[in-house]
Every structure is written in structure tokens, then in C-alpha cells.
């Protein structure tokens, strides 16, 4: 600790001759936010009470008097209650900020406005003679029921009443909750941006991380200090915009006469004051995780411009999840907090409402902590990588080179691996679901050949060693037993963990299954083509193969099994499905690695996607022959049996799943 004291000192001085740091770190924040809120509502409140002082004209037709006299009483009677002043002026004067035009016919009478709803004035006259026009029709309806001997209740048998239960201060921190936690995230991201530049490019810019790296600490107490340092001035700057918001809103809450304050004046201080260290919390938190992300990207980059140009998409990344708080439907609930920054920005919010959920709160605050060790875990990984350090900014993207330079037997590097994924990720997105929406099973069908094509093409243009790569060899028979018991042992668990995830998640389930169901509309032999059959091919070929393949290649078999796992589950999209498919992924992947056949684990994905596919197509012959496989629930005692005979299945399956050859390859290295 004391060594990364030492050279975090050393970080925080270097940053700190950068002023320009200092002023998005500590002055944009404290003008920001009283530009903003005092600013803006200072000027809407002088320009509305203007507007209501003003007198404003407006211009009738000569012939029109008597209509104009019959507005003129109504507006005497009621100028106490209403909160403008008219002066009446014939068309010919000029100048008028609306023109009223008058017409009586059978039907009754009819008045006309011509106005500009560009000019300010002209708008709020308009506003003004629509609020008189209302009354002059009440009085006229009035006086015509009484003719008739009836009152208003003859119109209105059925009368309405509404009342909010919550307050006007609530109302308003709830639609301003969201814009002022994306201001807030985005000020964090501007703290951290220039310092994490500077302590990971910066150093390779000034050729002094060599000299870093030559001096008696770890690359972790390294790499550590770097993070103190840039998530030190990312929450300062989280705490500086959190004291301008709060000094912000006290003033208008005490600093202006109540006329201009309006619903501002109506927050309980104390209410609003007790938020205040939770809130504090959350931001730091949400600090911690932006520096890490920063910093994580920043490392890649040879050059302050390259660093811009890493860190534009991962900007605009994380003000987009920022500003999912603005939208009026999505609140913060558990499943909402365990996204990262956009569960902060979505507390802003409700904290803003008066609305908090301590508990939400509390796990909003340690699920951000939590990605931001795994992100301090990821930099403190890539610090000991010299491929990293010190190559030319992404020169893992080998596939950006000529097919000609490339050598034959090349393994795709994770810069490949990172562009194969985001245009997988792209294609799918745009081309298939455009094609889905029009048929949700042909789209289904793009997805699954772009994702049989993209390793194909990775490996023919980067002159891959295919049976290196993807493990091509011939299933022996006992591992092939093996990974069967193994993978039954594991589907068990699978079973489990998607019933319990199907009753926390259950909106995400119900749109699984929505899927699936309108795919099963087609005839079978196509279904499991297309559910079956493709997947067992090409998710094989793209995650065990290229993927895991690639990984492998760099990694021990742990690392390389959680992240090819990892990115299985997440690319299904669905909360409901991503820790059971990822389950399923580190099973096949550990087949291959241990089994040494791709074959295989083909033929498991196949078996595991055709018994989804019976259960949707037959479920009722399935429930007799496998009961449990379509149960959404189970008790206590039935999941400890399942856990058990899991427990029993993985160890015998583990145990017989070696691969001879690998297994003497790997005893005479020894």
C-alpha cells in the first residue's frame, strides 16, 4: 500500500499541471448546474411573469363592437381570478398581437384567432382569449338553460373528478429525474475521460511506462495507483456535481420570492437532504466503474487521438444507458438495478420523486462497485500483457491486414475476435431483425447463417489451422460417454437455474416463450433445421471454435472457457436465458477442451436445442416420457435430488471425459 501511495502521488501530480482537467473536473460542474436549473428557471419565470404583467393588444373588426363590449363584461367580471391584460384596439391601429374575428350564424356564434405561435407575446394573447372564449361560452350556456327552466347538471349527469396523490415536487423531480441524471453521469464521464488518457496514453506518449515498468513494484500495485488516482478526480467531480444540484435546488427553494420558486418551494428540505449521503454513494460507485471502463480502453491507444477516436463509441455508450431515465415508463426495480449506470441514473430519478427504495438503492449501489472490481480485475490483466502495452495501438485486428502478408496458420488475435463479434452483433441486429420483422422465423434463419459464415470467413482469411482452431478430431468412445453424463449433470442445473430465473424475470420468459411458440408453427423437419440442426453447427463453430479456439490459444482453459462461455450467454439477449445458456457454453466448452472434438459438443448442442424442440412441438408425450423438463417450478426436496444426481453426473462425466491423447500429451509435458 505504501508503494501504490507513493506512485499514485506521482499520477495525481502529473494530472493535476493539466488545467484543463481542473476545469471540467471542478468548474464545469459548479456552473453547470446553476446555469441550468437557476438559469433556466429564473429566465422562464421572468419571462412568464412579464408576459402576465404586460398588456397585450388585441385587434378586432370595425362592425364587431358589440361582440367585443360582451368579452369586455366577461373579462371586468372575472379580472381577479384571471392573470393577463387585453387592450382592445380596431384591426386598422396595427400592432396587434392577435387579430379576433367575429361570425354568427344559425348554429351560434363563432370566433376566429389569427395569431404567430413564433413570437412570445402573440402566443400568450392567444392563450388569453382562449381561456375568455371559455367563459363567454359558459355564460352563454348558462343563460340558455335557464330559459328552458334546467341547469348544467341536465349536461353533465356524470361528473369526473381526479386528485394525485402525489405532489407537485414529486411531479416534477420525477419528469426532471432523468435529464439531471444523465447531466450528472455525463459530468462523471468528463472527470474521468482526460485523466484516464493521461495516466494509460499519456505514459506511452512521453515513452515513460517503460521506465514505469522497470522500477521494484508490481505491475498491480502499478496499475492500481493509476486507478486511485483517475477515480480521485472522477469523484470529486461526482461530489462537486452533486453539491452544485443540491445548492442549486436549495436556492430555488429559498432564494427566490414564491411567485418564481412555483413548485420548487413545495420539496421537504428534509426529505430531500436525508437522500443526500445515498446519493453521494451512488455517483462515487458510478465513478469508480466510468474510470475503470475509461481506463480499460484508454490502455489500447498509442496516441492521444487514438484514445479519442477508442473512446467516442464508449462515450456515446454510456450517455445513451444515462438517459434511459428519461423515459417515463422504465423504473428502478431489482432487475433494472442490475444494470450498470443505467440503475444509477434511473435512482436520480426516483430520488428526485421522493420515490426511494432503500433496498433497491443499497444493491443499485454495490452491484456498480461490483463491475468496477471486475473492470480493475480486466485492466490489471492487460497490464500484463506486453501485446498490449506496447504494440501499435490495435494491432491484434490482424484481419485488417492484406490477405497476402498474412502467415499461414495464423490464430485470430482479440482484436479479430472483438471485430468478428460487434459485426456478428451488427448483422443481427439490423439485417435480422429487419427480415423478422416481417417473419420472425426467416429471420431466425439470416441470423443462424451469418453466424455459420462469420467463422468461416475469419478462418479462411486469416489461413487458420482448421483442425487446430476448432479441435477437429475424431470422438473417441469414452469420452463421448463422458460428455454425456457430463452434460446431463449440467442440463440438470440448467433446469433449475431457468425455472428460478423464470419466476424473478418473468416478462423476459413469457417473450421467450412467445418466440419460440411462433416458431414451432412451421413444419417439424424445418424446425429443427433451423432450432436444432443450424445452431449445433455454426454456434459451435463460431464459440467452441473461433471463439474459444482463440482464446485458448492465449489463455489457460479457465479463462478461455468463462469468457467464450460468457459472451454464448449474452449474445442469446435475454436475462432469462443468459446464466442458463452460459452454463451450457462453459459445458461445451470444457467437452472440447477435455474431450478434444468438436464433434461432440456438436452433438450435444444438438441434443440439448431437439429436446426444446419436442417440448414445444409435443409437450404432453415429452411430460409422460421426461416429466420434470416441462416444470416451472420445483420444491425444496425435488431440487436438492436434482442437485444431487447433478453433482454425481458432472464428477463420473469429468472423470471419463479426458481425451487418451491429451491426456499422455499432457502427462509427458510434465
Avoid at 374575428?101 to 389569427?114: L, R, S
Avoid at 413564433?118 to 367563459?135: C, H, I, K, N, V
Avoid at 334546467?150 to 407537485?168: C, G, I, Q, R
Avoid at 462537486?240 to 435546488?249: A, F, Y
Amino acid at each position: 500500500m505504501k508503494k501504490i501511495g507513493i506512485l499514485a502521488k506521482k499520477e495525481i501530480m502529473e494530472i493535476l499541471r493539466d488545467k484543463k482537467t481542473l476545469i471540467i473536473m471542478i468548474v464545469m460542474p459548479m456552473l453547470l448546474y446553476p446555469t441550468l436549473l437557476i438559469g433556466l428557471s429564473l429566465g422562464m419565470a421572468m419571462i412568464m411573469q412579464s408576459q402576465m404583467e404586460n398588456a397585450h393588444t388585441v385587434g378586432y373588426r370595425v362592425g364587431d363592437e358589440a361582440y367585443v363590449d360582451l368579452l369586455k363584461d366577461i373579462y371586468e367580471e372575472n379580472k381577479e381570478e384571471l392573470d393577463f391584460e387585453l387592450i382592445w384596439e380596431p384591426m386598422e391601429s396595427g400592432g396587434a398581437d392577435a387579430q379576433l374575428w367575429f361570425a354568427e350564424d344559425a348554429d351560434g356564434i363563432h370566433m376566429k384567432v389569427t395569431y404567430s405561435s413564433t413570437d412570445q407575446g402573440s402566443d400568450y394573447t392567444e392563450g388569453a382569449l382562449a381561456e375568455l372564449a371559455e367563459l363567454y361560452r359558459e355564460k352563454l350556456l348558462r343563460a340558455n338553460l335557464a330559459q328552458e327552466g334546467l341547469t348544467e347538471d341536465f349536461l353533465y349527469p356524470v361528473t369526473y373528478k381526479s386528485e394525485d396523490s402525489a405532489s407537485a415536487s414529486e411531479s416534477m423531480g420525477f419528469n426532471l429525474g432523468g435529464s439531471i441524471g444523465m447531466l450528472l453521469i455525463t459530468m462523471i464521464l468528463l472527470g474521468a475521460f482526460y485523466p484516464a488518457v493521461d495516466v494509460t496514453t499519456g505514459e506511452k506518449e512521453r515513452g515513460t511506462l517503460e521506465t514505469l515498468l522497470t522500477l521494484p513494484v508490481t505491475n498491480f500495485q502499478m496499475i492500481m495507483s493509476k486507478y486511485i488516482s483517475v477515480s480521485l478526480f472522477a469523484c470529486v467531480t461526482a461530489v462537486v456535481s452533486v453539491i452544485s444540484l443540491g445548492g442549486s435546488v436549495l436556492f430555488l427553494m429559498f432564494g427566490l420570492p414564491a411567485e418564481l420558486s412555483g413548485e420548487m418551494g413545495q420539496i421537504p428540505v428534509g426529505t430531500f437532504l436525508s437522500y443526500i449521503p445515498m446519493l453521494l454513494a451512488a455517483v462515487v460507485a458510478t465513478a469508480m466503474l466510468i474510470t475503470a471502463i475509461c481506463m480499460c480502453f484508454c490502455i489500447f491507444a498509442k496516441s492521444t487521438k487514438e484514445a479519442n477516436n477508442y473512446m467516442t463509441p464508449i462515450m456515446l455508450v454510456i450517455m445513451f444507458a444515462s438517459m434511459i431515465g428519461m423515459i417515463p415508463t422504465v423504473t428502478l426495480d431489482y432487475k433494472m438495478s442490475l444494470i450498470p449506470l443505467v440503475n444509477v441514473s434511473l435512482l436520480i430519478k426516483q430520488v428526485l420523486a421522493q420515490q426511494v427504495n432503500w433496498v433497491i438503492a443499497g444493491i443499485t449501489i454495490l452491484v456498480n462497485i461490483g463491475y468496477s472490481v471486475i473492470a480493475i480485475w480486466v485492466i490489471a490483466r492487460m497490464y500484463d500483457s506486453e501485446d498490449i502495452l506496447f504494440t501499435d495501438g490495435f494491432h491484434s485486428f490482424r484481419v485488417l491486414q492484406k490477405r497476402s502478408d498474412i502467415r499461414p496458420g495464423t490464430i485470430p488475435a482479440t482484436g479479430d475476435l472483438l471485430m468478428s463479434i460487434a459485426i456478428l452483433l451488427l448483422g443481427m441486429i439490423y439485417i435480422g431483425n429487419i427480415v423478422g420483422a416481417r417473419s420472425l422465423f426467416a429471420g431466425t434463419v439470416v441470423n443462424q447463417i451469418m453466424i455459420l459464415a462469420m467463422p468461416l470467413l475469419i478462418t479462411w482469411y486469416m489461413k487458420s489451422d482448421v483442425k487446430k482452431l476448432f479441435h477437429v478430431n475424431a470422438p473417441k468412445g469414452k469420452p463421448v460417454i463422458g460428455s454425456l453424463i457430463f452434460y446431463v449433470g449440467i442440463y440438470l442445473i440448467v433446469i433449475l437455474a431457468s425455472a428460478f430465473l423464470s419466476m424473478l424475470f418473468k416478462e423476459s420468459a413469457q417473450n421467450v416463450g412467445d418466440t419460440f411458440n411462433v416458431l414451432v408453427q412451421q413444419p417439424i423437419p424445418l424446425v429443427v433445421l433451423v432450432i436444432a440442426v443450424m445452431p449445433a453447427i455454426g454456434e459451435e463453430l463460431m464459440f467452441r471454435g473461433l471463439i474459444y479456439g482463440s482464446l485458448r490459444s492465449k489463455f489457460n482453459a479457465g479463462r478461455a472457457i468463462l469468457i467464450s462461455s460468457l459472451i454464448f450467454g449474452l449474445f442469446h439477449m435475454s436475462l432469462v436465458k443468459l446464466i442458463p445458456t452460459a452454463l451450457l457454453g462453459a459445458c461445451l466448452a470444457i467437452v472440447v477442451e477435455k474431450g478434444g472434438s468438436i464433434f461432440v459438443s456438436m452433438l450435444l448442442h444438438f441434443i440439448n436445442n431437439f429436446i426444446s424442440v419436442i417440448g414445444l412441438c409435443y409437450p404432453e408425450a415429452l411430460e409422460k416420457v421426461l416429466p420434470f423438463l416441462n416444470r416451472d417450478s420445483f420444491s425444496v426436496a425435488e431440487a436438492g435430488i436434482m442437485l444431487v444426481v447433478a453433482a454425481v453426473c458432472i464428477t463420473a462425466g469429468y472423470a471419463l471425459l479426458t481425451h487418451p491423447q491429451r491426456a499422455r500429451g499432457e502427462t509427458a509435458a510434465k
